[in-house]
Antibody, heavy 121, light 110 residues
Framework: QVQLQESGPGLVKPSETLSLTCAVS????????WNWIRQPPGKGLEWIGYVSHVGSTHYNPSLRSRVSISADTSKNQFSLSLTSTAAEDTAVYYC???????????????WGRGTLVTVSS | SSELTQVPAVSVALGQTVRITCQGD??????ANWYQQKPGQAPVLVIYGKNNRPSGMSDRFSGSTSGNTASLTITGTQAEDEADYYC?????????????FGGGTKLTVL
């Protein structure tokens, strides 16, 4: 059974860097694309970006200047870094696996339980 | 534009059929996927692609698309179907590598 587990600080000071890791168990990250998605309290889902096992990435244009996602195949995990944080970055952060359907459609079939990160002094 | 639009809230009587819609230009190119999210939990995939259900997902859930509008239909709605529902699809803008989410629809079962 494949599981994803987010970890990292629950509190970040404004202007500092938010760093999270997603550990993958039950499958190798050398397949599929691995994503970060966030959800501010009481609001909807926002896709942040993805990394592949070979390190290719793509980010939400609204966050591109501040975000970096990387993969560590030796540890079977991937990580999120978000710089210059502000209160608006307070959210539950989810990691998720993206798979393809018929080579055209992408969807998220597995999600971590999410971790709340609060940006506050 | 790179957006998916959902009605914020919908209600349905127990046992009846409800349709939740999602509109956006990217849906002219890619199918919508649908996720169910209950309070305090991570989203769960309920429909993906043309009209596919993950293993174990109830056949009460079905999906369809017409033009720029995708729909999630729940037939014989049960109390446990009360949740937030999000549509999602591949972004047809730029290099077609990004992903979009709708704003979500809160389903209330009366």
């Amino acid at each position: 059974q494949v599981q994803l587990q987010e970890s990292g600080p629950g509190l970040v000071k404004p202007s500092e860097t938010l760093s999270l890791t997603c550990a993958v168990s039950g499958d190798s990250i050398s397949r599929f694309y691995w994503n970060w998605i966030r959800q501010p309290p009481g609001k909807g889902l926002e896709w942040i970006g993805y990394v592949s096992h070979v390190g290719s990435t793509h980010y939400n244009p609204s966050l591109r200047s501040r975000v970096s996602i990387s993969a560590d195949t030796s540890k079977n995990q991937f990580s999120l870094s978000l710089t210059s944080t502000a209160a608006e970055d307070t959210a539950v952060y989810y990691c998720a696996r993206r798979v393809e359907d018929s080579g055209i459609n992408y969807y998220f079939d597995l999600w971590g339980r999410g971790t709340l990160v609060t940006v506050s002094s | 534009s790179s957006e998916l639009t959902q009605v914020p809230a919908v209600s349905v009587a127990l046992g009846q059929t409800v349709r939740i819609t999602c509109q956006g230009d990217s849906l002219r190119y890619y199918y919508a996927n649908w996720y169910q999210q209950k309070p305090g939990q991570a989203p769960v995939l309920v429909i993906y692609g043309k009209n596919n259900r993950p293993s174990g997902m109830s056949d009460r859930f079905s999906g369809s698309t017409s033009g720029n509008t995708a729909s999630l239909t729940i037939t014989g709605t049960q109390a446990e179907d009360e949740a937030d529902y999000y549509c999602n699809c591949r972004d047809s803008s730029g290099p077609h590598l990004g992903m979009l989410f709708g704003g979500g629809t809160k389903l209330t079962v009366l």
